[in-house]
């Protein structure tokens, strides 16, 4: 099974949820892996000692041009939608650092004046988080773009295990390609106005995609009311409120799980997985 | 010789922006004509705007670029398209092609 850790915006508590699911299930005897998707700001692995046993260099191929061959007719820079070619009648300017590595560049350019070079854009880290399965991806600063990195690191979902993917925050690119084969989405949000608008951007994107959801509410006080009532009028599944309390806090600054940390707090999670199940099943 | 302006409006009264690749229109004039023609310059890029509106000056046929400061991507193309490049942040269009005549615009 694969279930999707995501948020509509970034500091929801995507991976507080992601993490303590992981380790709550691993304790319980479940076979667990846990994936990080979020390449820009990987940051699960904050919360385990993780032992590392392999890197994984991911890399994409720009172009470069052949002075010899070009005639400085500029179709490659019409083709490119990320302007990341420019092209005068002295030169042709590829900025690596702004490709996407569409190929579309290639495809246009009649005189076979480009070829691929690769380039680096990050590299996907496999090992063990305390005794569970961990895969972290991790964008290299400037990139323009984490599509391919999550794609490569969506490979190492094992069918036979529980995978949790700490998905990337927003509804753009890197979260439709993180959110694509989930048996389940987990929509983890707060109580404010911000949180609830964020959130309905993230369940439109779900549900375009006709995935099943649930939604976890972090930092629970009780006061926003809008937020529960936006869930019943739209029949979204209610899984887990994770209390506003300050030793959750407390716990999360020093990177540690509040789960394994405050006891009383380890069933929460179990509650939430079975929920998952019964709604999956 | 062609002049690509970027600035706030569409005539030549109007004053320089304060963004290059960002700014609301250029006006790519000709001296020697004095034709003017305006392009509305809504491009909604988070990224790349610096090349583009490079891209724009060099398909205008532009061989110099009044405006503010540009950003280092810009920068970079203006070098290798062998376009000048001159500040003229504070002035009007029009104020920024005379002095650029008489030679008192600050090359960048
Ligand atoms: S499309 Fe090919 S030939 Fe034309 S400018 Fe680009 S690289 Fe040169
Ligand atoms: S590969 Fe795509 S993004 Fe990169 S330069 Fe070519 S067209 Fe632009």
């Given at each position: 099974?694969?279930?999707?850790?995501?948020?509509?915006?970034?500091?929801?508590?995507?991976?507080?949820?992601?993490?303590?699911?992981?380790?709550?299930?691993?304790?319980?005897?479940?076979?667990?892996?846990?994936?990080?998707?979020?390449?820009?700001?990987?940051?699960?692995?904050?919360?385990?000692?993780?032992?590392?046993?392999?890197?994984?260099?991911?890399?994409?191929?720009?172009?470069?041009?052949?002075?010899?061959?070009?005639?400085?007719?500029?179709?490659?820079a019409k083709?490119c939608q990320f302007s990341a070619i420019v092209?005068?009648?002295?030169?042709?300017?590829?900025f690596?650092?702004l490709?996407?590595?569409?190929?579309?560049?290639?495809?246009?350019?009649?005189?076979?004046?480009?070829?691929?070079?690769?380039?680096?854009?990050?590299?996907?880290?496999?090992?063990?988080?305390?005794?569970?399965?961990?895969?972290?991806?991790?964008?290299?600063?400037?990139?323009?773009?984490?599509?391919?990195?999550?794609?490569?690191?969506?490979?190492?979902?094992?069918?036979?295990?529980?995978?949790?993917?700490?998905?990337?925050?927003?509804?753009?690119?890197?979260?439709?390609?993180?959110?694509?084969?989930?048996?389940?989405?987990?929509?983890?949000?707060?109580?404010?106005?911000?949180?609830?608008?964020?959130?309905?951007?993230?369940?439109?994107?779900?549900?375009?995609?006709?995935?099943?959801?649930?939604?976890?509410?972090?930092?629970?006080?009780?006061?926003?009311?809008?937020?529960?009532?936006?869930?019943?009028?739209?029949?979204?599944?209610?899984?887990?409120?994770?209390?506003?309390?300050?030793?959750?806090?407390?716990?999360?600054?020093?990177?540690?799980?509040?789960?394994?940390?405050?006891?009383?707090?380890?069933?929460?999670?179990?509650?939430?997985?079975?929920?998952?199940?019964?709604?999956?099943? | 010789?062609?002049?690509?302006?970027?600035?706030?409006?569409?005539?030549?009264?109007?004053?320089?922006?304060?963004?290059f690749a960002r700014?609301?229109?250029f006006?790519?004039?000709?001296?020697?004509?004095?034709?003017?023609?305006?392009i509305?310059n809504?491009q909604e890029l988070?990224h790349g705007a610096g090349p583009q509106a490079v891209q724009i000056a060099i398909d205008?046929?532009?061989?110099?670029?009044?405006?503010?400061?540009?950003g280092?991507n810009a920068?970079?193309a203006?070098?290798?398209?062998?376009?000048?490049?001159?500040?003229?942040?504070?002035?009007?269009?029009?104020?920024?092609?005379?002095?650029?005549?008489?030679?008192?615009?600050?090359?960048?």
């Amino acid at each position: 099974m694969i279930i999707a850790i995501l948020s509509g915006k970034g500091g929801t508590g995507k991976t507080t949820v992601s993490t303590n699911l992981a380790y709550v299930l691993d304790k319980k005897g479940h076979s667990v892996k846990l994936i990080d998707l979020d390449a820009e700001e990987p940051n699960a692995h904050l919360f385990f000692d993780i032992d590392y046993s392999e890197h994984i260099d991911v890399d994409v191929k720009i172009p470069k041009v052949d002075n010899a061959k070009c005639t400085h007719c500029g179709d490659c820079a019409k083709a490119c939608q990320f302007s990341a070619i420019v092209v005068s009648s002295k030169s042709v300017l590829v900025f690596a650092h702004l490709c996407h590595a569409c190929g579309a560049c290639l495809l246009a350019c009649k005189y076979n004046a480009l070829e691929e070079i690769p380039k680096n854009i990050g590299k996907i880290s496999l090992g063990s988080a305390n005794g569970i399965d961990f895969v972290k991806s991790q964008m290299n600063i400037g990139e323009p773009s984490a599509v391919r990195i999550i794609r490569q690191a969506k490979k190492y979902t094992n069918k036979d295990k529980i995978n949790i993917l700490d998905c990337p925050p927003g509804v753009s690119c890197p979260t439709v390609e993180s959110i694509q084969m989930a048996d389940f989405c987990v929509l983890v949000t707060e109580p404010t106005p911000f949180g609830l608008h964020d959130l309905k951007l993230a369940v439109d994107l779900t549900r375009q995609f006709g995935l099943k959801i649930g939604i976890v509410i972090n930092r629970y006080d009780n006061k926003f009311i809008e937020l529960e009532s936006y869930l019943e009028e739209n029949n979204i599944p209610m899984l887990l409120k994770i209390p506003y309390d300050i030793k959750i806090a407390q716990s999360y600054s020093k990177g540690k799980l509040f789960s394994k940390e405050i006891p009383q707090y380890e069933n929460m999670f179990v509650e939430l997985y079975n929920k998952i199940l019964e709604i999956v099943q | 010789m062609k002049i690509l302006l970027a600035t706030k409006g569409q005539t030549l009264d109007s004053a320089i922006d304060e963004r290059f690749a960002r700014a609301s229109y250029f006006l790519i004039y000709d001296d020697k004509t004095g034709q003017l023609d305006v392009i509305n310059n809504n491009q909604e890029l988070s990224h790349g705007a610096g090349p583009q509106a490079v891209q724009i000056a060099i398909d205008n046929g532009a061989s110099a670029i009044i405006s503010a400061m540009p950003g280092q991507n810009a920068l970079q193309a203006i070098r290798a398209a062998n376009i000048k490049i001159y500040e003229a942040v504070g002035l009007s269009a029009k104020q920024a092609i005379e002095k650029l005549k008489s030679n008192e615009l600050k090359e960048l």
